[in-house]
């Protein structure tokens, strides 16, 4: 039973650059959510999709967006980066509605340059 | 503003003795509450949760307590042992399910370092 899988583990841009990292959910659940963990700090929710819709979206501006596909995998798209975009990204899977709790990826770190 | 607040960055206790790791939270609205753990280049795992109905929920060397007056849980292990050494964030969401649409709000994490 595979888990959260993301790809890539890590990524070097530059300012300005666009970027699209890839997120398949644990098998079974159908919403994903996308966190950003900055060095030293707890994970940050960015948004959550279900249904192939954005459900709900944190304190993040609209150069971050994303897409979920009818196989429930995701997209989180971040454009015209800034140095401060230079985290971790994790994605999680769960179940909408259930008593499931996240199950996290690994993550992508991001390194803007 | 941090609604979710891990006041101790780091934490080191000695094999076979009790962790107690710390959480205050301000949004009195937050009704299920989560530790998490994480180890390096790894994502966070779910440990333990607990509904902010109860004040206690217990799963094997891990008990979870919720003081909602003080709006405070806190995480026990007992006993600890060397594979616990991980950092531990503690996470409130405003729905039961935790996953649901909000989110969840994190701590920034306390480092626990279990000493042989």
């Known amino acids: 039973d595979a888990g959260v899988t993301q790809s890539p583990t890590h990524l070097i841009k530059t300012r300005g650059q666009q970027v699209t990292l890839r997120c398949s959910p644990k098998?079974?659940?159908?919403?994903v959510s996308w966190y950003q963990q900055a060095l030293g700090q707890g994970p940050q929710f960015i948004f959550q999709?279900?249904?192939?819709?954005?459900?709900q979206r944190g304190n993040f501006p609209d150069r971050f967006s994303g897409h979920q596909f009818p196989n429930y995998s995701s997209e989180l798209n971040v454009n015209a980066l800034l140095l401060g975009d230079s985290a971790l990204y994790l994605c999680?899977?769960?179940?909408?509605?259930?008593?499931?709790?996240?199950?996290f990826g690994s993550g992508t770190q991001l390194s803007v340059l | 503003d941090q609604q979710v607040k891990q006041n101790s960055p780091s934490l080191s206790v000695q094999e076979g003795r009790i962790s107690i790791l710390n959480c205050d939270y301000t949004?009195?609205?937050?009704?299920?509450f989560l530790w998490y753990k994480k180890y390096p280049a790894e994502g966070p795992t779910f440990l333990i949760s607990i509904s902010s109905i109860k004040d206690k929920n217990e799963d094997g060397r891990f008990t979870v307590f919720l003081n909602k007056s003080a709006k405070h849980l806190s995480l026990h292990i007992v006993p600890s042992q060397p594979g616990d050494s991980a950092v531990y964030f503690c996470a409130a969401s405003l729905t039961h399910s935790g996953g649901g649409a909000d989110g969840l709000t994190f701590g920034k994490g306390t480092h626990l370092i279990i000493q042989p």
């Open positions: 999680a899977s769960s179940l909408v509605g259930g008593n499931e709790k996240l199950f």
């Open positions: 098998s079974g659940h159908d919403t």
């Open positions: 949004n009195s609205m937050f009704d299920y």
């Open positions: 999709y279900y249904e192939e819709e954005e459900r």
